[in-house]
């Protein structure tokens, strides 16, 4: 029905950047926030950034000043460019939509499978 793409991760060294893509695809007519999730190995699942369809952004106290989260509404695509990366940044990084409407009807929220990121010292 509706799938989320993750891109752009991989290993960069301590103090690089890297920008990473969620693509949603599917039978969309809206999307009310796009955000961004991470997770490292041992731990939970946490937010890192989002922007809702009136781009109002949110941030994760660890990111603000080297994440920036954007977003194309007509391509239902979502950004997160993270820059000043640290080695606390390693983790599987997840999209996250929510408040989709489809063609279907209803609001869902949907999943992507992740983008690892490895940032070594």
């Known amino acids: 029905q509706v799938q989320l793409v993750e891109s ?13 893509s969620c693509a949603a695809s599917g039978s969309i007519l809206s999307i009310n926030t796009m955000a961004w999730y991470r997770q490292a190995p041992g731990k939970q699942r946490e937010f890192v950034a989002s922007m809702t369809s009136s781009l109002t952004t949110k941030y994760a106290d660890s990111v603000k000043g080297r994440f920036t989260v954007s977003r194309d509404t007509g391509k239902n695509t979502a950004y997160l460019q993270m820059n000043s990366l640290k080695p606390e940044d390693t983790a599987v990084y997840l999209c996250n939509a929510a408040g989709v409407r489809t063609r279907y009807g209803g609001r869902s929220d ?4 992740g983008t690892q990121v490895v940032v070594s010292s």
């Open 8 to 20: 752009g991760g991989g290993l960069v060294q301590a103090g690089g950047s890297l920008r990473l």
């Open 110 to 113: 949907f999943w992507g499978q």
